[in-house]
């Protein structure tokens, strides 16, 4: 059984000497050996919600940050020498679209890599896998749906022997 991890918050009012503005201190255990401390302008409430809404976005903001460190880093883009603007936006561009590939297409190919493997895995085939997988991965995904208990809720599941209507609410009137 997996260790749930706990996440235990809370904030205090602060004042900085020579800042007139009113600042919030929020800490938050869980997240590492040390615990993650934010200051920040906005006012927080005692709301869970409230909070945790503040620790995603300092996490979100803290990505990014991640993600421009690792693009100047990976294709050096502070080496890059042009000599006009036009020029360096013809280069980000070519570099946006390296990124998103990587990321995207990628980063996509290896979970459906991870994906596929945990479904052959489950298929407990005897004989081993053969070249063309697609039984394989099917019987698999038989295999961890079998698991559930309900796959789907009851308003999900249509009667079989109804037509399926497939209809666009786009012309559809009030």
């Known amino acids: 059984m997996k ?3 706990l996440h235990t918050y ?3 009012k602060v004042k900085l000497p020579g800042i007139g503005e009113q600042l919030y201190l929020l800490v938050v255990n869980g997240f590492g050996a040390e615990p993650l401390m934010i200051l920040t302008n906005r006012e927080l409430h005692k709301s869970r919600k409230c909070l945790w809404w503040h620790v995603m976005a ?3 903001r803290w990505r ?4 421009i460190r690792f693009i100047k880093q990976s294709y050096s883009l502070e080496d890059i020498r042009l000599l006009t603007y036009q020029r360096l ?3 980000m561009a070519l570099v946006n679209a390296a990124i998103f590939f990587a990321a995207a297409h990628l980063g996509l190919i290896a979970k459906l890599k991870i994906l596929a493997s945990y479904a052959l895995g ?10 063309f997988r697609y039984y394989a991965i099917a019987d698999g995904i038989r295999e961890i749906l ?3 208990k309900q796959p789907f809720p009851k ?3 249509q009667n079989l022997n109804e037509p399926i209507q497939l209809e666009l609410a786009l012309f559809k009137g009030p």
């Not at 489950?122 to 070249?131: L, N, T, V």
Request: charged share 30%.
């Open 3 to 5: 260790a749930v991890r």
């Open 10 to 12: 809370g904030f205090r």
């Open 58 to 60: 300092y996490i979100s």
């Open 64 to 67: 990014i940050e991640e993600t």
């Open 89 to 91: 936006r013809n280069m």
């Open 122 to 131: 489950a298929a407990k085939r005897i004989f081993g896998i053969p070249d």
């Open 146 to 148: 079998k698991r559930l």
């Open 155 to 157: 308003n999900m599941v």
